[in-house]
């Protein structure tokens, strides 16, 4: 790593004794997140307010006409859908990466350079699944309305894809998230020291996966489109557009808080050895639990094979 890129997986040398207490309260706020969170907040007020306007209607119904359209329509749904779990445990990982530079314009350049690597695993993996989902056209469960068992009341098959991927997804950041306080072997780790933007491009990655599984109408709506040009390009634009849209909140917010702060709050993050690594660590593990609890353990309460908490809101 240069003295610019300081990987958060990589910052906490020796044992620290409260690891375990960090561990285990940043994985009991995931789950107490995942029982008040409020998809419709999230989905419809925020998400709704943002690209409804722009788009000229319900960005769940409205119809897409033409390329042109296909693309604005993906990058405002897009920025609609930025405020995400993932997206604010990834702002842990990029905060310490700008904190050593002395002046603004290299603190600034210094941000640009990962978040531009973060941006390249994202579009790649959700443009790849746009394109793979042209192929695939309709009979991909996330288009589909098809459900398990009962037609009326079983669980929708996309729901069954989007509790599976997300929990995967929440796993993984658990996983690296223990990683940055030395509590499992990352076995990735020899290959982030040798190359540092390739950490980059693995979180930007599990960003890009957010679009296998998003159920909301507005993501469908755009995939349907795609599908039905049966063109692969026009799939991998889409939703490459959509998922850049999607990192705009993280990019923005750092350059807020390098801009607002003048870098205190990375320098914070780097004035005691370990800082760093609880840090993201915290925030990884936070975010993975409600990932796991608020897809996986729903998931299982939607098929009857366990209990699940509802607030009157969510249920």
């Known amino acids: 790593m240069?003295?610019?890129?300081?990987?958060?997986?990589?910052?906490?040398?020796?044992?620290?004794?409260?690891?375990?207490?960090?561990?285990?309260?940043?994985?009991l706020a995931g789950v107490v997140l995942a029982v008040i969170w409020s998809p419709r907040l999230v989905d419809s007020v925020i998400a709704g307010s943002i690209a409804d306007p722009v788009v000229g209607g319900e960005a769940a119904e409205v119809a897409i006409t033409g390329s042109v359209a296909a693309a604005v329509f993906a990058f405002v749904t897009g920025v609609g859908g930025m405020f995400t779990a993932c997206n604010i445990a990834v702002f842990g990982a990029l905060a310490?990466?700008?904190?050593?530079?002395?002046?603004?314009?290299?603190?600034?350049a210094a941000l640009l350079r990962p978040l531009a690597w973060f941006a390249?695993?994202?579009?790649?993996?959700?443009g790849l699944y746009g394109a793979i989902g042209v192929y695939v056209g309709e009979s991909l469960p996330q288009l589909s309305n098809a459900r398990i068992g009962d037609p009326e009341t079983g669980m929708r098959v996309r729901s069954l894809q989007s509790g599976v991927v997300f929990t995967v997804i929440g796993a993984i950041m658990i996983w690296y998230g223990l990683a940055a306080v030395r509590l499992v072997r990352n076995p990735l780790s020899d290959v982030f020291r040798r190359r540092p933007n390739a950490e980059m491009v693995f979180l930007g990655a599990l960003v890009g996966a957010f679009l296998i599984g998003r159920p909301f109408g507005m993501f469908r709506n755009?995939?349907?489109?795609?599908?039905?040009?049966?063109?692969?390009?026009?799939?991998f634009v889409t939703f490459a557009l959509q998922s850049l849209g999607n990192i705009v909140g993280v990019?923005?917010?750092?350059?807020?808080?390098?801009?607002?702060?003048?870098?205190?709050?990375?320098r914070w993050l780097l004035a005691k050895p370990g800082r760093t690594a609880r840090?993201?660590?915290?925030?990884?593990?936070?975010?993975?639990?409600?990932?796991?609890?608020?897809?996986?353990?729903?998931?299982?309460?939607?098929?009857?094979?366990?209990?699940?908490?509802?607030?009157?809101?969510?249920?």
């Open 2 to 27: 240069t003295d610019l890129q300081t990987s958060p997986a990589q910052t906490l040398e020796r044992p620290d004794t409260r690891r375990w207490p960090l561990v285990l309260w940043s994985a």
């Open 96 to 108: 310490p990466m700008t904190a050593q530079s002395q002046s603004m314009g290299t603190r600034l």
């Open 120 to 126: 390249l695993g994202a579009v790649t993996v959700a």
């Open 222 to 235: 755009l995939y349907a489109y795609a599908a039905s040009t049966d063109n692969p390009i026009v799939g």
């Open 251 to 266: 990019a923005v917010l750092l350059l807020l808080v390098t801009l607002l702060s003048g870098g205190r709050f990375q």
């Open 279 to 315: 840090f993201t660590a915290g925030a990884f593990i936070l975010f993975g639990t409600f990932f796991v609890f608020y897809w996986g353990a729903k998931l299982g309460n939607r098929a009857g094979l366990w209990w699940w908490p509802t607030m009157p809101y969510n249920a």
